[in-house]
């Protein structure tokens, strides 16, 4: 059996419950209103007579997240997913709803505070001391209601609540905006006024193979074939299996180096972050490109092209 206290203004849901060594705790849940009190009593005692109740351990939204992505989070999210996540934690979630009780989080406390998020000044990014927007854009508020709703629902799973608050939210609409892209006259004017090389067979691959920057970085010559022959059957290819990112060590070391196959060295220990080269995000990055004549003459250099020969001592651009 459970009872309603009143304390201070407060109702107070008080239950005894038995915990993991066997031994028998009373356990106190705060309410602002009598009949959200009742009605954690009487599904206190359905849950116990039907045999399964669960004692709530996580109290604030703050306990919730950090047993989220020590549980979840950590488990599934790649690197780059994890410094997102953590980075709208730490910035939009726990600094303003962070000491809420889970108690008290419905609906249209998640609707309240989206509205508030989009008055909210956006936090300046600390690696390049900038902010897209002055204030908290929509996207960034569908990117946060996005990880709340797992989290609620992992919380749901958990039996930590019984129902998920974004469910059914209003989330502020968004309206992407185009990306400009390059047309066919400006690659070919860039490659014309390019004097670096390197930069020059980089745009060529970019575009030919539709890479991303980290794909192009990543690129090692055991993942490339632009031998005489393979350039004759036209079968050369690049082969995308892993990417070059810069991360923050601080994520690098709480996924225990999940996903990088190397990390490469710093000029200064006092940096907070460190490039690596990592597996691809996703299975479906990883794929075979087959490259054109058109681009795979302009990774031979000039006076082997002639004969259409491949020396056997590449350079290797610095990443």
């Not at 939009?92 to 419905?106: A, H, Q, R």
């Not at 992992?154 to 939210?169: F, G, I, R, S």
């Amino acid at each position: 059996m459970a009872s309603i206290r009143e304390r201070n203004g407060k109702f107070n849901v008080i239950y005894s419950y038995t915990n993991e060594k066997g031994e028998r705790k009373q356990k106190w849940e705060t309410y602002e209103t009598k009949a959200e009190a009742k009605r954690r009593k009487k599904e206190i005692e359905y849950k116990k007579e039907m045999g399964s109740f669960v004692v709530r351990k996580c109290k604030t939204l703050d306990e919730l997240i950090t047993e989220y992505v020590a549980l979840y989070g950590k488990e599934n999210w790649a690197l780059s997913t994890y410094e997102g996540n953590v980075s709208l934690i730490n910035n939009y979630i726990l600094p303003i709803i962070g000491d809420t009780k889970l108690s008290e989080i419905n609906t249209r406390f998640i609707e309240r505070y989206y509205q508030s998020l989009l008055k909210r000044r956006a936090v300046i990014n600390p690696l390049n001391k900038t902010s897209r927007n002055e204030f908290v854009s929509s996207s960034t508020v569908r990117d946060i209601n996005k990880l709340l709703r797992n989290c609620f629902e992992q919380a749901v799973k958990w039996e930590l609540m019984e129902k998920n608050p974004c469910t059914h939210a209003t989330v502020p609409k968004h309206k992407s905006q185009k990306r400009d892209i390059w047309t066919a006259d400006t690659l070919m004017y860039a490659l014309s006024v390019c004097e670096d090389e390197r930069l020059k067979l980089a745009i060529n691959l970019s575009f030919s193979c539709s890479l991303r920057l980290g794909e192009l970085l990543g690129l090692t010559w055991d993942c490339v074939d632009i031998s005489h022959e393979a350039i004759e059957e036209n079968r050369a290819y690049v082969f995308i299996n892993k990417e070059s990112q810069r991360i923050r060590k601080e994520s690098l070391n709480a996924l225990d180096g999940k996903d990088v196959l190397l990390v490469f060295p710093t000029n200064h220990k006092k940096n907070s972050t460190v490039r690596i080269l990592k597996t691809p995000k996703t299975e479906s990055s990883v794929r075979k490109i087959f490259l054109p004549k058109s681009v795979t003459i302009k990774c031979i250099p000039e006076e082997c092209q002639s004969n259409f020969f491949l020396p056997k001592r590449r350079v290797h651009y610095s990443m």
